[in-house]
């Protein structure tokens, strides 16, 4: 690990995680990956359990990246007072319901306790820093950090300041989750969705458009996600691919041929209605093609191709 990414762990070595569901402890073992103290706050009375099954589960997964796991779990403890968690804290990842008053108030009782160089995070997918900050007695700490879930395995995290987020905040956010192998991007206006989700939800509009309209049934068309443009862009992005559709000419060359009917296309672009005949028919679909194995079984597999993706994306990068 390079000294600047080693210094940054060390500067935020003491870490608090509020919320343990699955997003808080997949942090959790992120975190423990990497050396660091975690603290784990969370008001289940299972939390305990399900948090260090949850890593133990996920061993292999943490191997295959490339992360230590021997005593995984000597520097994880947990506390069900969250000023006594929090208390010390060089980090605070906050991974708690998605309401606004919520997390008001928890940032409000946390600002009051940590030190005012500590770095206070949220993997909300939802509510801006700006909301949230409302009652935080140290806003330009506070900052989301919207991992795309799992986060021990997805490497994204969006790094989406507030209206009072410092700079220095950002680029050690930034820089905090780049030490932890993560691929952090600033989002540089706060928008509702962010930015992944946002492209999550256009592309889903039309998926569901094209089964509701009988056009393609719904194992057919992850087929032909996975078999095309999710390749591609797993590869290269929606930008980069369309400038190499350009030919020599990039963008140029392809906003000249395509733009007029992209325009086109965007403008007659038919409403959806996802009424409850809707949802039913691609539940049923769904339910045809994917209910006879187990989720479990589903969702390994689909870690596991993740997993390749992101091994041999890095062994091409590295041989660059």
């Known amino acids: ?40 706050n969370d008001p289940r009375p299972d939390v305990d359990a399900f948090v260090r099954d949850y890593i133990r589960n996920n061993l292999s997964t943490l191997e295959a990246l490339g992360l230590p796991t021997a005593n995984l779990e000597a520097k994880l403890r947990f506390e069900p007072d969250l000023e006594a968690a929090v208390a010390g804290a060089d980090l605070v990842q906050e991974n708690g319901p998605e309401r606004i008053e919520f997390k008001q108030d928890l940032w409000a009782r946390i600002s009051k306790v940590v030190g005012d160089k500590a770095l206070l995070l949220s993997s909300s997918s939802a509510k801006t820093a700006t909301e949230q900050a409302l009652k935080c007695s140290r806003p330009e700490r506070l900052l989301v950090g919207h991992p795309f879930n799992p986060p021990h395995l997805i490497p994204l995290v969006e790094v989406v300041p507030g209206e009072k987020t410092s700079e220095d905040a950002v680029a050690d956010a930034v ?49 032909i996600v996975t078999s095309s443009i999710g390749l591609r862009w797993a590869a290269d992005g929606p930008f980069r691919s369309f400038h190499l559709g ?22 007659n672009m038919a409403p959806v209605d996802l009424n409850e005949a809707a949802q039913d028919k691609i539940i049923a679909q769904a339910e045809a093609s994917f209910a006879a194995r187990p989720a479990e079984q589903l969702e390994n597999e689909r870690d596991a191709k993740q997993l390749a993706i992101i091994r041999a994306l890095r062994s091409v990068a590295t041989d660059q």
């Open 1 to 40: 690990m390079p000294n600047a990414q080693q210094d940054i762990l060390n500067r935020y070595r003491k870490t608090a995680i509020i919320g343990a569901g699955v997003i808080g402890a997949s942090w959790t073992a992120v975190f423990l990956a990497h050396g660091l103290e975690v603290v784990v």
């Open 175 to 223: 820089a905090f989750y780049t030490a932890l192998g993560k691929v952090p991007r600033v989002v540089r206006k706060e928008m509702p969705g962010f930015v992944a989700n946002r492209l999550q939800r256009a592309i889903f509009r039309d998926c569901c458009y094209l089964v509701i309209q009988g056009v393609v049934k719904v194992d057919e068309l992850d087929d």
């Open 246 to 267: 350009g030919g020599a000419g990039g963008f140029r060359s392809f906003f000249k041929q395509f733009g007029p009917g992209l325009n086109e296309a965007w403008k």
